[in-house]
């Protein structure tokens, strides 16, 4: 397993950290957090190990998209990719700006859940991508029916742009901004 490439300690919840996605070694892993039913808006319930190795393979040599195991208190715990919404997911679906970069993300299941877990790794992912000075705003474009990932996106800073037809889904494209992010986390967002 690689070592984290990043890492925040949440004031409440601990130590947080991301590290390169290895989509041989990862895969039973994430087939079990993707294929999961809370995990419907991923879009890969029926797949199999092969097909999620296949696809984070995939991922990994593409030029403009990488994916990375979150851990939480040094176990894997979260999925995120980060991809260059000019050529991938959004490519000629919005107009794109100079420093926008999209990112998902999947929280694996548990039968314990943690009151907040989920706005802390939404929080660190965020504090990751605006760790690169190059990134002005973060783009997302989750399924209009998530509701959920909705109330989360707007509870860290993302502003609503509007429905956009993809092939797969109607996705609720919406941005944030470092100053967006900062003001809804008050500025606390420690490294």
């Avoid at 300690?9 to 070694?25: I, K, N, Y």
Wanted: net charge negative; aromatic share 8%.
């Amino acid at each position: 397993m690689s070592a984290p490439i990043w890492q925040r300690t949440d004031g409440r919840l601990g130590r947080f950290a991301l590290r390169t996605l290895d989509p041989d070694t990862d895969a039973p892993l994430l087939h079990g957090w993707v294929t999961h039913p809370r995990a419907a808006f991923w879009l890969m319930q029926d797949a199999d190990v092969t097909r999620v190795a296949d696809e984070y393979r995939r991922i990994a040599a593409h030029p403009h998209h990488d994916a990375f195991v979150g851990l939480w208190q040094d176990r894997p715990a979260f999925l995120v990719e980060r991809y260059d919404p000019a050529h991938v997911e959004l490519a000629g679906l919005y107009d794109a700006a100079d420093g926008d970069v999209g990112m998902h993300f999947l929280c694996a299941p548990t039968d314990r859940p943690v009151h907040g877990f989920t706005r802390a790794v939404i929080t660190t992912v965020l504090a990751w991508l605006f760790d690169d000075p190059a990134v002005r705003r973060v783009v997302v474009e989750p399924d209009v029916r998530n509701r959920a990932v909705h109330a989360l996106n707007a509870a860290v800073g993302f502003t609503v742009v509007g429905p956009l037809a993809k092939p797969e889904k109607t996705a609720l494209l919406s941005v944030c901004t470092r100053d967006q992010f900062l003001a809804a986390t008050r500025g606390e967002v420690p490294a």
